[in-house]
């Protein structure tokens, strides 16, 4: 599969990554490395994890996965810190002393010695940004962590963060982690888009197939898929604009003999600035319909889709 270079570093990615979120959650450890498999046998090199999914549960099963297939040297390992930890709500935040604590916990699990990109999960507004991107210089410096990264920043505090890390001389963030998908656009277009193409950063879009909705298995008048995230699914997506987007989706996907899910992600991909759509799976029949959304081509006016 062809790859590509996450922003200025040096990590050559899979335009689809790999979403753990879901080991430990809707995929059992057995399914997981069934799923894992289908996925690096399809090319797939690009795998997000965090502390928080499953309690450590998803980076424990990638770590027993790796281990047994003796790949970690061919997997670019990417997870989070900073969003709580089960109920303890002292497990949290972007301080030194948490990251430098929790950062061991994830290698622990992982089964590694390094992690290829370590995310702050999402913005920590009580602590100084100095303090965290310091306390991420140290662990680049170690050589526990290659590359760090920001998820659910906004704009105007990704902005600060770099101008705290070229002051400074620290590491900065050279990815971003949004939400961005068909459905939920904005937020990302707007300001970061534009932000993360002035200063060359990767950036890797989360909840590419809007938890589901884009596979087109939600439809109106017909039953909710069996999956525990349905309600909260038919919630957020099943209206009047989300059928819409079904519908063109539809019309773009017969033309090219491809499914729903393959041309939502082909879309994705296909944003200018985006290195990698990442998206999970719940079985190995899905992993291999979403690998079939890495060459697809969609011309400029489907890819334009408004
Ligand atoms: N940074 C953050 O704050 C943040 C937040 C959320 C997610 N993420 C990252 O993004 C990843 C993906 O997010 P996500 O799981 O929320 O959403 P997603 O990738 O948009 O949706 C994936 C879900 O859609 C269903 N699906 C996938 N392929 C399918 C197919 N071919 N046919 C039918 N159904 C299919 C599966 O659920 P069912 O089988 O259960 O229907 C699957 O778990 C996570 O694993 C995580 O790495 C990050």
Known sequence: MLKRKLG????????LC???????????????FGVLDAYVDGGGNFIDTADTYSVGGSESILGQWMRTRNN??????ATKVGSQMGTDP???????????????????????????????????PNTPLDETLAAFHDLVQQGKVRYIGASNYSAARLREALQVSDQHGY???????????????????????PLCLEQGLGVISYSSL????LTGKYRPGQNLPSSPRAKRIQERYMNEKGFKILEQLDRVAEAHHATVAQVALA????????????????????VRELLGSVDLKLNDEEGRTR
Not at 8 to 15: A, F, N, Q
Not at 98 to 118: F, G, H, N
């Open 8 to 15: 200025r570093t040096d990590l050559s990615v899979t335009p």
């Open 18 to 32: 790999f979403g753990g979120n879901v080991f430990g959650w809707t995929v059992d450890e057995k399914s997981a």
């Open 72 to 77: 970690r040297d061919r997997i670019i390992l």
């Open 90 to 124: 002292h497990a949290q935040g972007l301080s030194r002393q948490y990251i430098l604590q929790e950062v061991e916990a994830s290698l622990k699990r992982l089964q590694t010695d390094y992690i290829d990109l370590y995310q702050s999960h999402r913005d920590d």
């Open 171 to 193: 590491v900065r963030y050279e990815c971003l982690q949004p939400a961005y998908s068909l459905v939920n656009r904005a937020n990302y277009e707007r300001e970061l888009e």
């Open 210 to 213: 809007a938890s589901g909705f």
């Open 267 to 286: 879309w994705v991909m296909a944003r200018p600035g985006i290195t990698s759509a990442i998206a999970s799976a719940t079985s190995v029949g899905q």
